[in-house]
């Protein structure tokens, strides 16, 4: 069949780099090689402007007046969508809670405090709903019931799920795959809400690079929700694999606490690359990423030519 490929607005500078860590490579004795997607050159960084891209051409050709969305408050893809909706006219809200959860961690201080993501936010002008912590059901509720609000008073909206984590999200992977020219044993990242996971396996199905997402939410479940998000990116991609929960290869062994919340190992390896290469991850979501891959090398587990797709997230250093 042929593929279908959906408008796009430019908003990020492609490709990204790529390049060798020397250093790291030498002291773990592999080939280690790193994907710069926190130097998209759009609002601070970040793998959000690649699906933003597709996501902005769908709402401009529908003449939206205002976008809705939801997430922790710290939420990088917020930020990114809020930047996106001021280059081009259009109104963005959004839902937040300082720590949503599904499993309730009582250790957990949450706090809404002026920093990191937040303040970006506000310089954006982003209409932020504050709620008080609940369940990710919850606040995609409180989302739905926001979107209506705008709604109610004649507005065309868009509701754009959480992480942007829809099929045009997802086929802006799709097509970030095509911008590693070299052979890779394996390919590591940060994988979350599902998006980047499911396009970076449609883009290198049939070959034989491993795709390895360090999970960074502790429920094993969403792996299902990642089939189903790949089922609806074949609209796109109609000669692509039928993939199930079983193809997403998904390891969770690096979330620590519990999502959003640091993590020890998380927290030395940001110090191990920034002090080795000078390049800075995130607590949330790079910083576990990058631990789990240095204690797969370093245990024997994954050797080989490895790429470290570092998906951004610098804003929540600041925090």
């Known amino acids: ?17 790529l390049h060798r860590l020397n250093r790291l490579s030498g002291e773990l004795n592999v080939d280690l090689w790193i994907k710069r997607d926190d130097l998209t050159g759009f609002a601070m960084g970040g793998n959000k402007g690649r699906k933003l891209e597709f996501l902005m051409a769908d709402i401009v050709a529908g003449n939206v007046d205002v976008v809705v969305t939801c997430g922790a408050a710290q939420s990088n893809f917020v930020r990114q969508l809020g930047a996106a909706c001021a280059v ?32 970006l936010d506000k310089i954006l002008g982003i209409d932020l709903r504050t709620f008080p912590d609940g369940t990710w059901d919850q606040l995609y509720d409180h989302a739905e019931k ?41 390919i590591v990242f940060a994988s979350s809400s599902g998006s980047t996971h499911v396009g970076l396996a449609y883009g290198f199905a049939g070959t034989s690079t491993r795709i390895l997402g360090i999970a960074c939410d502790p429920e094993p479940e969403i792996a299902n929700d990642f089939a189903a998000l790949a089922q609806s990116v074949r609209v796109y991609i109609p000669d692509g ?79």
């Open 146 to 186: 926001l979107a209506m609000e705008f709604a109610d008073q004649g507005l065309n909206v868009y509701r754009v799920p959480v992480g942007g984590s829809s099929p045009l999200g997802a086929y802006g992977f799709y097509e970030a795959a095509k911008e590693i020219d070299q052979a890779f044993d394996c």
């Open 241 to 319: 694999p039928d993939l199930k929960a079983a193809d997403f290869d998904l390891d969770f062994g690096y979330v620590g606490p519990g999502y959003g919340i640091a993590s020890e190992a998380g927290d030395a390896a940001i110090e191990r690359l920034a002090r080795s290469e000078g390049i800075f991850l995130d607590p949330i979501y790079t910083g576990k990423a990058f631990a789990g891959l240095l204690d797969l090398v370093q245990s024997g587990r994954l050797g080989g030519r490895i790429l470290f797709w570092h998906t951004g997230g610098t804003p929540a250093l600041f925090v």
């Open 1 to 17: 069949m042929k593929h279908v490929k959906p408008p796009r607005i430019d908003l990020i500078r492609r490709p990204t780099p």
């Open 88 to 119: 081009l006219g259009v109104r963005c809200a959004a839902a937040i809670m300082a720590m949503p959860f599904d499993v309730e961690n009582p250790c957990v201080v949450r706090t809404l405090g002026m920093k990191g993501n937040l303040v």
